[in-house]
């Protein structure tokens, strides 16, 4: 389980970032994709859909960051960026 402070952007490359809710993320199957006590290894990808809304991000620097794009329910599409909470 990896947990993430969280921040969105919206305007263009240059806008300012804002703080949002933290992600919380564990991925298992035959393997931890993201182990119940571990990080994501650098590269590993992450998407999602669901009605509460979308993502896909991409894992850096041993899992410490995040980088990628999201868009919430009734909202337009974000840069969304994290770092790992400790």
Known sequence: MATYTTQIQWGGADAEWHDDAD??????????VVPQ?????????VAWASPQGNGSITFFEDGNRFMGSAQFKGE???G???LIKH
């Open 23 to 32: 992600l919380t993320i564990v991925i298992s199957n035959r393997d931890g």
């Open 37 to 45: 006590s571990g990080m994501p290894g650098t590269g590993t990808q």
């Open 76 to 78: 337009g599409p974000v």
């Open 80 to 82: 969304y960026r994290g």
